[in-house]
């Protein structure tokens, strides 16, 4: 089965859409549309050929600081804070898992992502790993720990 | 800051605001102030601003100086992502 990406529209059926998880799959339905308006993020539908969505992702605009931020680091890290792009949610319909969209659809993050940047400063993509499956997937593409010692799965990729 | 006053059925009109919420407290003078408060999801929130301590700071700078290669797994499907769709 193949997949396109497009932009978010309400006119792609989005009613059967199921990753398996809850949240995710609410998100998609109600209220996706209500950040998308208030300009929170920007989503990525992946939909079939029935434009039905089968997969998503979200990218905004995020930074990171530092607790601490001695002079002698100012020099090598300007501008602070450092500007990043933060894909927040990524999903894939139950139907397309082991289907290689997942990994698409981080693809299509990233080269979005490179594009922005050439554009405007982001310095890194940064993503928030919700449970196990999420951490092993990125992990598995490279993503290092943004944050060590927390609850907070936060992985950075450059 | 602006100041509202009071209809005939002591009314105090807003305007057009659209926050969600409002605290309201009275001042030393007796006047009621509402400050409108904007509820924000805290994933949203969260996601907006990351804090890293000296240990992680140190991580994440010798990255950014530094960059490491892209992984096996990650080049393959970028490189599939392109064949596939057109690299933008």
Redesign the interface.
Known sequence: MSWSFVSYDSKYIKENFDCGKPVLNNYLKTKMSQDMKRKANVPTLAINDRNEVVGYYTLSAGEVQFENFPAELKKKIAPYPVSVARLGRLAVDQSMHGKGLGADLLAHAIRKTEGVSQEIGMRALVVDAKDEDAESFYKHFGFDYLLTNSSRKSLFLL | MALVTKDSKNRVSLGNVSAEHFIREIDERGRIIFTPQVMVDM??Y????????????D???A???S??K??A??TK??H???K??G??
Not at chain 2, 46 to 51: C, D, G, Q, T
């Open positions: 994933d949203v969260e996601n907006s601003v990351i804090k890293l301590n000296d240990a992680d700071r991580r994440f700078i990255a950014l100086t960059p490491p892209r992984n797994a990650l499907a970028l599939k992502h392109d596939k769709h690299k933008k």
